[in-house]
Each structure stands twice: as structure tokens, then as C-alpha cells.
């Protein structure tokens, strides 16, 4: 990314342009076109809302955990009337519930739903291929809105597959570059919903940058640092290939989780089938604060333990595996939890960096050590 930031309306950026465009479509699993914003993936949240629906449209936020609220009150910032479907914070967006309340709108009031596959405070996903399902079944025509920020490239998805219409992303989980990328997958559906959409939208407006896109420009100046560091990582992604990175965050998952289980301590998440890939959240036992025990590990190995968010706080604790990390950096990851729990005098017992091991690498792979004096 340390380059020399080149012309944006010149020739060498288009062949970058069209190169990134192109390469994210596959990471998202669609033929369709790909909006690649300079923000946050907040932004690229708002934009999604913004192009598709008009002013006090009933939506459907699933509670999963803080990022759904982020959701929420985006939505509502925006003038869309939201219902927000209560959720525990320790599993995915209920299909139940999403069958309850689609199946009981049978006049099509509600112009779209919003779900977040990974939600990021809780380690849980959502099934989105089943969400889908259901609405299918319904013929219910609500846009499904997905929020992937914290599992593309790290979970499998499949925005064309699912018929997802929005699929939102971001540059700085499982895409390995800097914060400082919005993305949004767009599918027929959305795009003819972006013709009568009605809120008010000009930065965000997907017509203009589409229009644009197609000789591999943006109608502003791009982030084009970050662009480089895009191609890289595309890459990277393309190197190992995306079902062997899928495999690697899902081994280590559940190297984590056999850790977890063994120090005795919660997951968070408490439906294997919605376990996260990317990152493990885990309670401390009641009376001991999470965050002192990421201050612990902090002060004393270096290493930054993710918070508790929302309800979470001082509860939780949260351990990331996604990117650019390999089995090494989850057993010193692991150690320096296993090593914060000793020193914070949290009750636990030993063994979990062990069990991460014994699951990373199983005994029956393990040579016998060669015999002592040979
Ligand atoms: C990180 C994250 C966001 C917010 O993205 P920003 O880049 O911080 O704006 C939203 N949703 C989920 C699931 C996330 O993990």
C-alpha cells in the first residue's frame, strides 16, 4: 500500500479499478456488480438502506447483538420505521421468528430485512441460505439485507446462491486491509428497487459510481491506497483459495472453542450450528470482570483481547481468528488468555492451550518421539 498514490482518472488506475471490481465479485460469491465506497462499513450499512428504500418503510432488524443495534438506529436515523425482532445475544436471527412475522404480513408491508450473518459481540451467525428459505416459501418480495462485515472471506457466503440482495462488507476483518473500505454486493432485485427508492442519497447513490465503474473509475477520488492493499489481499485469497481459507477459520474456531471447553469457561454462543469461525466470545465466571483480565493480558503479554460490547461489557470476552493468522498465532494467542487467566486469578482450569493443540494437530498425526541415546 506504500506506493505512490497514481492519477485516479488515468489508465493505470482503470486496469486497478477493473482488477478489484472484478476480484471482489468472487470473494462475495455473485455475477452481479459490486460497490466499493472509501468508508468505514458503517457507511457502506447506510448506503445500502439509502439506495433501496423510501422514507417510513417497515423494515425487519434482527437483535443478534451491538451490530444489529448499530443497524437499528441507523434505520432509523435514515426515516425508516424499523421493528426490531428481540433477540438473546447468544444465537442467531430466529427463522422462527422471521416465519412469524412475514407470515403474518400478508399485506407485504415490510420492504426489507436485515440480518447480520457474523455478528461480531456474540460469535454467532445467522443462517442466512435458511432465512432465505423461508421467505421464499412466503413469496414474500422484502429485500434481504445482509450485513457481512466480520464473515466474507472468512465463513463461507454465497450472495448470488442465497439471493441476498445487499450483502454489506468492510476492508478491515476478514479482507486483511485497513479500515477505510465500504462494500456492498447488489443484486438485480436491489438494483430495481435503487430506481424508485425515494430516500435521499447523492455520495451514496449507486447509479453514479456504476456508471463510472464500468471503465474502472469512481465518480469521486477513490481510496486508492487502500486499493492496493485490496489487490494484495484478493491475492492472497486467491492463493490459498477461498474454501481452504474458509477451512482454516473454521479449524480454528473450534481449536479455540476445545480451549474454552477445557478451561471450563462459556461460549457465548450457545447453538453449535451458529458457532462463529472468525472469533470466540467467552464469558468470565460471574464476580470476575472481563475487562480486567484484557487489561491483564495487555499490560503483561501485549496483546489486545476484543471487549465485551453493549450488554456484554465487563461479562465477556472476545478472542478474533480471522485474516491473515495461522495456527502459531492462534497457540500464542490461546497461551496469552491462558496465561491473563492465571495471572488475573480467574478460576479456570489448565489444559486449554492443549486441547487447542491436540485439536490443531491430532495425536494420531503425531510421529512417535524417536527412541532416547539414537
Ligand atoms: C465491524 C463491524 C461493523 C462496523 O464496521 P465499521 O467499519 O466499524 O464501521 C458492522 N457490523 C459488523 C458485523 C462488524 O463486525
Not at 459510481?209 to 481510496?223: C, E
Not at 464476580?287 to 450488554?311: P, Q, Y
Amino acid at each position: 500500500m506504500d506506493r505512490p498514490v497514481i492519477d485516479h482518472r488515468g489508465p493505470e488506475f482503470a486496469k486497478l479499478g477493473k482488477e478489484v471490481l472484478e476480484g471482489m465479485r468472487a470473494i462475495f460469491r455473485t455475477s452481479g456488480p459490486v460497490i466499493i465506497y472509501p468508508s468505514s462499513g458503517t457507511g457502506a450499512c447506510e448506503a445500502s438502506l439509502v439506495n433501496t428504500l423510501s422514507p417510513g418503510d417497515r423494515v425487519l432488524v434482527f437483535e443478534t447483538g451491538h451490530f444489529s443495534g448499530i443497524w437499528r438506529q441507523a434505520a432509523e436515523r435514515v426515516g425508516l420505521n424499523v421493528e426490531y425482532v428481540p433477540g438473546n445475544w447468544r444465537r442467531g436471527a430466529s427463522p422462527a421468528d422471521l416465519e412469524a412475522r412475514l407470515g403474518s404480513d400478508p399485506q407485504r408491508t415490510f420492504k426489507a430485512v436485515v440480518v447480520v450473518h457474523n455478528e461480531t459481540s456474540t460469535g454467532a451467525t445467522s443462517r442466512i441460505a435458511e432465512l432465505r428459505h423461508i421467505m421464499n416459501r412466503l413469496r414474500h418480495p422484502a429485500l434481504l439485507i445482509v450485513d457481512a462485515i466480520s464473515s466474507l472471506a472468512c465463513i463461507d457466503y454465497r450472495h448470488d446462491e442465497w439471493e441476498v440482495d445487499v450483502t454489506v462488507c468492510g476492508s478491515q476483518k476478514g479482507l486483511m486491509v485497513p479500515p477505510g473500505l465500504g462494500f456492498n454486493a447488489v443484486s438485480e432485485k436491489a438494483l430495481s428497487a435503487n430506481k424508485t427508492a425515494k430516500l435521499p442519497r447523492s455520495y451514496w447513490d449507486w447509479q453514479e459510481i456504476l456508471k463510472h465503474n464500468q471503465a474502472g473509475f469512481f465518480p469521486y477520488t477513490p481510496a486508492t491506497n487502500h486499493l492496493y492493499g485490496l489487490r494484495e489481499a484478493l491475492l492472497m485469497l486467491h492463493e490459498e483459495g477461498l474454501p481452504n481459507v474458509f477451512r482454516r477459520h473454521d479449524r480454528h474456531g473450534e481449536a479455540t472453542r476445545a480451549a474454552v471447553r477445557a478451561w471450563g469457561l462459556a461460549i457465548v454462543c450457545e447453538e453449535p450450528l451458529e458457532y462463529s469461525s472468525s472469533m470466540t466470545a467467552v464469558f468470565t465466571p460471574e464476580g470476575h470482570n472481563a475487562d480486567r483480565l484484557r487489561e491483564i493480558v495487555l499490560e503483561n503479554f501485549d496483546m489486545s483481547l476484543g471487549a465485551g460490547l453493549g450488554k456484554l461489557a465487563g461479562k465477556a470476552f472476545r478472542i478474533g481468528h480471522l485474516g491473515s493468522f495461522n495456527d502459531l498465532m492462534l497457540a500464542g494467542t490461546l497461551s496469552g488468555v491462558e496465561m491473563g487467566l492465571r495471572f488475573a486469578g480467574v478460576p479456570h482450569r489448565d489444559g486449554g492451550v492443549m486441547a487447542a493443540l491436540d485439536h490443531l494437530v491430532p495425536a494420531s498425526t503425531k510421529s512417535e518421539p524417536a527412541p532416547v541415546g539414537r
